[in-house]
């Protein structure tokens, strides 16, 4: 079965500075990744994926990603980092090869210090 | 454009009640997902559908029930509810093909607890 492990259960990181959450995947075909943000009481809100292409995939407020297949990783990255890019991240795969199914990784929580 | 919709926003059950989360979905997706989200546990897949009259078994599927007689509903059932099911759930749709292909829409979720 497909998996997703976000290895760190918080990141800090002073604001200015580049971020990086990290993210490995198991599958059996070819993946569909994605990151997927969750601010304080709200729902969840979609910020970049992966399917096809270019390993570097740009998304919204200015996070990017990259496929790395060798590794199986999709580390969410940004170069400046904002005080209100606090907030809980996931990581989610599809398995292409086997069935329909989105499943999450547990989640990182991502604090900005001013 | 409503997007995905979940009722009731809260609910408070005694073990062994039963009750409907609803979810419906107004982008005429072809596949609905149903996730739970506990606290350090992330977002966990309990059904989905690939279409109407279609569905299967996520990662925790026990004490729950869904149907898919419509393009539009994705109910989920609570037969008999225990302490254990107590958490937010989450309905999300998305579509196969387009520019916002594979990408999951959210509701704002249905604060359970069962007491």
């Known amino acids: 079965a497909q998996s997703v492990a976000q290895p760190e259960d918080q990141v800090n990181v002073a604001e200015g500075n580049p971020l990086t959450v990290k993210c490995t995947y198991s599958?059996?075909?070819?993946?569909?990744l994605f990151w997927y943000v969750q601010y304080p009481n709200r729902g969840l809100q979609f910020l970049l994926k992966?399917?096809?292409?270019?390993?570097l995939v740009k998304g919204s407020y200015g996070f990017e990603a990259e496929f790395n297949k060798s590794q199986t990783s999709f580390h969410l990255k940004k170069p400046s980092a904002l005080v209100s890019d606090s907030a809980l991240y996931f990581c989610?795969?599809?398995?292409?090869?086997?069935?329909?199914?989105?499943?999450f990784g547990k989640g990182t929580r991502l604090h900005i210090l001013p | 454009n409503a997007g995905v919709t979940q009722t009731p926003k809260f609910r408070i059950l005694k073990i062994g009640q039963s009750m409907t989360l609803q979810c419906t979905q107004d982008m005429n997706h072809n596949y609905m997902y149903w996730y739970r989200q506990d606290p350090g546990m992330g977002l966990k897949l309990i059904y989905y559908?690939?279409?109407?009259?279609?569905?299967d078994k996520g990662e925790v599927p026990n004490g729950y029930n869904v149907s898919r007689s419509t393009t539009e509903d994705f109910p989920l059932r609570l037969e008999l509810a225990a302490p254990s099911q107590t958490s937010v759930y989450f309905c999300?749709?998305?579509?196969?093909?387009?520019?916002?292909?594979?990408?999951?829409?959210f509701g704002s979720g249905t604060q359970l607890s069962v007491l």
């Open positions: 999300a749709s998305s579509r196969p093909g387009g520019a916002d292909r594979e990408k999951l829409f």
């Open positions: 559908s690939v279409g109407a009259g279609i569905t």
């Open positions: 992966y399917i096809t292409g270019d390993n």
């Open positions: 599958v059996s075909g070819n993946p569909y």
């Open positions: 989610a795969v599809r398995d292409m090869g086997r069935d329909d199914k989105i499943i």
